[in-house]
């Protein structure tokens, strides 16, 4: 499958401090992305959309930047609190494959208190 | 509002026997879901799309005969692993997305976890 990785990379940061996740994306023509936040033994969440025509969007606390040349997606959350803690993902819309999900590797934020 | 539920939230089963889940969307209309799989500290990985009275298609790797998906109508869908292996245990989690005009958004569910004995 896609996108599957051998483990997770981590992000530690301190409460109040801003947080910054990357994400690298394969498809050209992908043309709307997500981030998804997913807790232990949960589904993902939705947190914040962008679509391929915008480089960024704002959301409360969260911000998503889109870099279309290179292929990257970041997600910026301000003042992080504890219960941001969680496994962070972002996904590829395929609109030309029937709009599936193509998701990235994740990664894990940890905030300390 | 957009709401998807699965069932069973978690099951153990014997090895070699069959597992249904269920994936309801709960107040609205679902013409596709799809089927994911998750391995520990692993991202999702796309089984299947399931769109509503046609059969499902698999990904790449994924055996249609083992993981069998019935979208028999615009709320629910259903994922039965056959003869479930130690190796089939993960965590299985569905998604919906509306009908037209309700954009690209997929709603998740909670997931299945998934223990074969």
């Known amino acids: 499958g896609e996108s599957v990785g051998l483990h997770l990379p981590t992000l530690s940061v301190q409460e109040g401090d801003n947080s910054i996740i990357n994400c690298a994306y394969s498809n050209s023509a992908s043309d709307y992305f997500i981030w998804y936040k997913q807790e232990s033994g949960k589904g993902p969440q939705f947190i914040i959309d962008?679509?391929?025509?915008?480089d960024k969007r704002q959301g409360q606390r969260v911000t998503v930047l889109l870099n279309k040349t290179v292929k990257h997606l970041s997600l910026q959350i301000a003042a992080t609190q504890p219960g941001d803690s969680a496994v962070y993902f972002c996904?590829?819309?395929?609109?030309?494959?029937?709009?599936?999900?193509?998701f990235g590797q994740g990664t894990e934020l940890s905030v300390k208190p | 509002g957009a709401v998807v539920s699965q069932h069973p939230s978690r099951v153990i089963c014997k090895s070699g026997t069959s597992v249904k889940i269920e994936c309801r969307s709960l107040d609205f209309q679902a013409t596709t879901m799809f089927w994911y799989r998750q391995f520990p500290k692993q991202s999702l990985m796309l089984m299947a799309t399931s769109n509503e009275g046609s059969k499902a298609t698999y990904e790449q790797g994924v055996e249609k005969d083992k993981f069998l998906i019935n979208h028999a109508s615009l709320t629910l869908s259903t994922l039965t692993v056959t003869s479930a292996h130690p190796e089939d245990s993960s965590f299985y989690i569905c998604?919906?997305?509306?009908?037209?005009?309700?954009?690209?958004?997929?709603?998740f569910g909670p997931g299945t976890r998934l223990t074969v004995l």
């Open positions: 998604s919906a997305r509306g009908t037209s005009g309700a954009g690209d958004e997929q709603f």
């Open positions: 996904a590829e819309n395929r609109n030309n494959q029937g709009g599936k999900l193509i």
């Open positions: 962008i679509r391929s025509n915008m």
